[in-house]
């Protein structure tokens, strides 16, 4: 069964700084690959997707995410957080054909002034 | 506007009472979620659907129901059989290729 990690329960940055939340996933075929946010009270927002080809991936508001299959890794990046950045983040991996992906438990980004 | 919708944004339930949380899309998705969520547990499954008039038991149905009459409603219902009905709760649709879409949330509380 696909499992999913994310080592990070909390993040602090700066605002302005650059940003890395990392995903780890245990699946044995290529796996699809997504990553949420969800600012407090509300439902989760795709944020970018990954199912093949190139393994950089682009998303919404500026962030991007790399498909690394040596390292079963899928970590979304920002180069420049701003403070709306803040919410929780969740990484999420399938399998073609289940309809059911499974999630990590998120990753709560707080931002500084 | 395509999108999914539930209803109520807050409810509220007494002892012993089943509420019914909405969830209706009009993205033409075949496949409809309910999620649970609590605080530092992520999101469980409650229970999904693929089609009309079919559904499974997720990871943590006990306690709940649901029914998919039509395609554009999954409903969930709290029972009293659910001890610890508060949570978080978010509805999902996906088309294909598990991209889920999710609504804003039903947050249930007990009086």
């Known amino acids: 069964a696909q499992s999913v990690t994310q080592p990070d329960i909390h993040i602090t940055v700066s605002e302005g700084a650059s940003l890395e939340l990392r995903c780890n996933y245990s699946?044995?075929?290529?796996?699809?690959l997504f990553w949420y946010v969800q600012s407090p009270g509300q439902g989760l927002q795709l944020l970018l997707k990954?199912?093949?080809?190139?393994?950089l991936v682009q998303g919404i508001k500026g962030f991007e995410a790399e498909f690394k299959r040596s390292q079963s890794s899928f970590n979304l990046r920002k180069p420049s957080v701003h403070w709306s950045d803040a919410a929780e983040y969740f990484c999420?991996?399938?399998?073609?054909?289940?309809?059911?992906?499974?999630f990590g438990r998120g990753t709560s980004l707080i931002v500084h002034p | 506007d395509g999108g999914i919708t539930q209803s109520p944004k807050y409810l509220f339930r007494k002892e012993g009472q089943n509420v019914t949380l909405s969830c209706e899309q009009n993205?033409?998705?075949?496949?409809m979620y309910w999620y649970r969520q609590d605080p530092g547990q992520g999101l469980r499954l409650i229970y999904y659907?693929?089609?009309?008039?079919?559904?499974q038991k997720g990871d943590i149905a006990e306690g709940y129901s649901v029914s998919r009459e039509k395609k554009e409603s999954f409903p969930l219902t709290v029972t009293s059989a659910q001890k610890n009905p508060t949570a978080f709760y978010l509805c999902?649709?996906?088309?294909?290729?598990?991209?889920?879409?999710f609504g804003p949330g039903t947050r249930l509380l007990v009086l």
């Open positions: 993205l033409n998705h075949d496949a």
């Open positions: 990954y199912f093949s080809g190139d393994t």
């Open positions: 999420a991996v399938g399998e073609g054909g289940s309809y059911i992906p499974t």
């Open positions: 999902a649709s996906s088309g294909s290729q598990e991209t889920q879409y």
């Open positions: 659907s693929q089609i009309v008039n079919d559904f």
């Open positions: 699946y044995g075929a290529t796996p699809y």
